[in-house]
């Protein structure tokens, strides 16, 4: 899914792993432009063994009045032994005074899994501009490229190509109204 335009949204997303060898992926995009506040809580609870699940949060924040919000809980309960699950939240601020709010949570209560979760808060690295214009690149156009290639992880999932190509021009078009491009 992604988030974008809008004053203030709120998407609380709960699912619950049916039978064994389920596989759940869930992809969130926000971008939080001027005075906009994007909040996601999901919840994945897994109860039944060999069970899959990869979750990816990203967040653009473009604005130093915008904000966004994730509250990722994962569940592994006792009987979802050898159960694989990911989530992973990456947010990049654009903006100073820009702010995200991130809490991924991963409860294992079983013992024979693997899962890992982590988050990330940043701008873009000074390294990848730097790459891209001792290749003749202005900052301008490395930091467009960077950012775009940011949110396509999400978006090249999305299986009907007129919504990725509107969704693209959304997403280009708020940050560059924002001042982030």
Known sequence: ??????RIS???VVISQMGPE????????????????HDLHSSLRLDHPSGRAQQLHKC?????????VFDGNV????????????????????AAKGAVFARPNLQIIADDVSCTHG???????????????TRGIGAEQARKILVY???KEITQGFRYPKLEARLE????????NAGAL
């Open 10 to 12: 709120r998407h609380d």
């Open 149 to 151: 290639s940011f949110g």
């Open 169 to 176: 021009v959304a997403v280009n078009d708020l940050l560059s």
């Open 75 to 94: 569940q592994v309960n006792q009987k979802a032994q050898q159960t694989d699950a990911a989530q992973l939240s990456r947010n990049l601020l654009l």
């Open 22 to 37: 389920t596989e759940t992926t869930m992809r969130n995009l926000q971008v939080c432009g001027e005075r906009q506040v």
């Open 60 to 68: 653009i924040v473009a604005s130093s009045t915008g904000r966004g």
């Open 119 to 133: 988050c990330t808060v940043s701008d873009l690295e000074e390294d990848q501009l730097f790459y891209f214009t």
């Open 1 to 6: 899914e992604a988030n974008l335009g809008g």
